[in-house]
C-alpha cells in the first residue's frame, strides 16, 4: 500500500508486480499508516497476515515459524525478537546496546531468545479471525502506536500474544545516537520534529483510552515519554523545534484533531 510517494518507490514495486504476479500495488488515499494496513487487509484473503515497516528484514524462516504457534487459538499474534543492525562501526556499538536490555529496558523483543507470552511483538503475524473479531487498525492513528493500541484492544478480548525465539527479525537503525551521561550509556532516536508531534499526540489519545484498564502499562510509557523529553533537551539537535512540535501534538490531542499534520 503506497501514498503516492514521489521517490521512485511505486517504479520499484511495478518492476516485482511484472516478475511476480502475486505481489500487488494498492494506492493508499489515506495517506496514513493504519489507513494503508487496513487496505491490505481488505484486499487479502489470507489467513494469517503479517505487516512489515520500512527498515526490516526477515529471516528464511519467519513465516513459517510465526505460523506455527499460531494454532494456538488463544494466541491473537505472534512475533520474533529484533535483531537489531547497522554497518558502521558507531552503528555497530549501538547495535549492540539496541539488543541487549540495559539499552531498550522492558522492550523484551529486542533481546529476548526463548517463548514467552508479552504485552506486544513487532512486525506480527496476525490471525484473520481476530482481526475480523475486534477491528482493524486505529485510522485516527497516524504511525506511532498503531501497534500497541490493536494489542492492548485484543488483550481485553482475553487473546494472548507471543514472542517466538525462533522468527528473528533483522531491523537496521534510523538516525540513533550513543551518548555517556554521568557514566551512563544514553541511545538518542533522533526523529525529526514531526515524527516527534506524532508520538506525542498519539501517546495521549492511547493513554487516554486505555488508562483505566492497563494503567501499569500506561505508567511505564509516561516513564520512558519523560525520558524521551530530557534526551532532546540535553543532547539531540534542533530541541527547539521538537519540544515546539511536542507542544503541538499536545494541543491538536486536546482540540481532537488527528490525521496528517497539514
Known sequence: CDGFSEDGTRDIIMEYVKKYPFIKLLDNHGRTAPKAMNLGIKNSSADVLIIFSAHAYAKEDFIEQ??????????????????????????????????????????????????????????????????????????????????????LRAGIKGYKFIECKSAVLLHSLGNQDKRRFFNRQIICTNHSHIRRYYITRNRLYFYKKFFKMYPAFILKDFIALLKETAKIILFEKQKYLKIKMTLKGIIDFIRGKYGPLN
Do not use: H, Q
Request: charged content about 30%; proline content about 3%; some cysteine.
Open 66 to 151: 510465526n505460523v506455527k504457534l499460531l494454532e494456538n487459538k488463544e494466541v491473537g499474534c505472534v512475533g520474533g525478537p529484533i535483531e537489531t543492525i547497522n554497518e558502521d562501526k558507531k552503528g555497530k556499538s549501538i547495535s549492540l546496546a539496541m539488543s541487549s536490555p540495559f539499552g531498550v529496558g522492558n522492550a523484551l523483543f529486542r533481546y529476548s531468545n526463548e517463548e514467552r507470552y508479552v504485552d506486544t511483538v513487532p512486525f506480527a503475524a496476525y490471525r484473520r479471525e481476530v482481526l475480523d473479531k475486534i477491528g482493524y487498525f486505529d485510522e485516527k492513528l497516524f504511525i506511532d502506536y498503531v501497534d500497541n493500541e490493536f494489542f
